[in-house]
Every structure is written in structure tokens, then in C-alpha cells.
């Protein structure tokens, strides 16, 4: 059971450059979440859906943009790569049972933009 | 104010300790609350989760004060496998979950 998997693990792109990363769940979950984490500042959510078909934005959506075509992935683009988005990106998921359960995690993708 | 304010520490500790940190939390209307274990360039594992007054698991207890809305960990017994940054977790709604930036814990031999 794969649970969420992002892909790719690393890039380096150069500023001005685009790029998408790919988040995969196979647990059949309704929600779905980017977030990027840089140090001393925790993780901020970037954008989430809330079911296919579905986007919203979060606390720093500003240069990304996502689509949910599919249940079970959720793409993030960068569409002009800038410095400032060298982070770590963390994808997300969880169920819609009507409590929260918690998210589980992907493994995380190292973006670094010279 | 932030939702959701963790002391960074680091709570640096000798092995069999017992180290306890708090998290306070902005938001009255959290129902549940989670901590969540993250290792160093890895992604955040949950480690418990509170929808009441408290809980325990093994070495590991977390409580609740809602009055005075925070929330804290304690562990016992520390290992080294324990050196990690704790992220404090609570919940809006059933999807929506705010992180805190996470208190970071050494274990020393």
C-alpha cells in the first residue's frame, strides 16, 4: 500500500523556469493538500481540495497554481519559477468521514531555484 | 497572534528523562488535536491523536485544557529514537488542520 507518493523527490530549476510536481494517494481519500515548509517557520498550506474537480487557496498561494482532474492525484505547477520558492514541498491527504483523522503525508519534493 | 505557537526549544535531554512541552492554540472552536513526529528532511508522522481531555500511548501522553486552550506532550523514559521536531496540530473542521513550527527534542547517550 503506497499511501501518498510524490514525485520528483528532487529538481533544480532555474529561475524563470516551470515545472509540476505530481501528488498520488491510493487510500480513496477526499481531501488534498500542498504545503511547503522552509526552516523555522513550519509548514504553510499552499492550496487544498476538497474533492475532485475542486481547488481552494491557502495561507501562501501566491506563483502556484493546482488542478484535481482525478480523485487520487492533485498536481502543483509552478508556472515561473523564483528563488523564493526553494522550499521543501509536502502533498497531503485524508478522509471525509466527518472527523478528522489526521493527514498522511508524501515523502516530500527538495526544490531548489537558482 | 498565531493559531498555533510551539516553543522551539531545543530540549536537549539525557537518555530516561522525562521531557513534557506545551503548545497553546488561538482558536476556540478546535475539535480535535493531533502531534505529529517529524525527523530531520523527512515528512510529518502522526504520533497521537486527542479528541478529549487527553490520551496516552505508551510512553508518550498528551493532555488537553480547553479553558486555557493548549495543549501538551510528555514523554517518559526518553530514547534516543525520540530526538525530533513535535508538531502541535489542531483542527478547524473535519479537513483543515493548522501546524505549529514544532519544539525540536535531543535525546543524548
Known amino acids: 500500500n503506497a499511501g501518498v507518493t510524490q514525485t520528483p523527490k528532487f529538481r533544480v530549476l532555474k529561475t524563470g523556469q516551470s515545472m509540476t510536481l505530481l501528488c498520488a494517494q491510493d487510500?480513496?481519500?477526499?481531501?488534498m493538500y500542498w504545503y511547503r515548509q522552509d526552516p523555522g517557520m513550519g509548514l504553510r498550506l499552499i492550496h487544498y481540495?476538497?474533492?475532485?474537480?475542486?481547488?481552494a487557496k491557502g495561507e501562501v498561494p501566491d506563483g502556484y497554481n493546482v488542478s484535481r482532474l482525478k480523485k487520487q492525484n492533485f498536481l502543483l505547477g509552478l508556472e515561473s519559477a523564483a528563488p523564493s520558492q526553494t522550499s521543501v514541498y509536502f502533498c497531503?491527504?485524508?478522509?471525509?468521514?466527518?472527523?478528522?483523522?489526521?493527514?498522511?503525508f508524501g515523502s516530500g519534493t527538495r526544490l531548489t531555484v537558482v | 497572534r498565531k493559531e498555533v505557537e510551539q516553543d522551539p526549544g531545543p530540549f536537549n535531554v539525557p537518555e530516561g528523562a522525562t521531557v513534557a512541552f506545551n503548545c497553546t492554540y488561538s482558536?476556540?472552536?478546535?475539535?480535535?488535536f493531533f502531534w505529529y513526529r517529524q525527523d530531520c528532511r523527512k515528512e510529518p508522522k502522526l504520533l497521537m491523536s486527542v479528541y478529549s481531555s487527553g490520551n496516552e500511548d505508551g510512553r508518550f501522553t498528551a493532555q488537553l485544557n480547553r479553558a486555557s486552550q493548549y495543549i501538551s506532550l510528555l514523554i517518559r523514559d526518553s530514547k534516543l529514537s525520540d530526538s525530533a521536531t513535535y508538531l502541535c496540530v489542531p483542527a478547524f473542521n473535519d479537513y483543515k488542520l493548522s501546524f505549529g513550527a514544532g519544539t525540536t527534542v535531543t535525546v543524548r547517550a
Open positions: 481540495s476538497v474533492g475532485e474537480g475542486t481547488t
Open positions: 482558536n476556540s472552536a478546535s475539535q480535535s
Open positions: 497531503a491527504s485524508s478522509s471525509s468521514t466527518g472527523v478528522n483523522y489526521g493527514y498522511t
Open positions: 487510500m480513496n481519500h477526499e481531501y
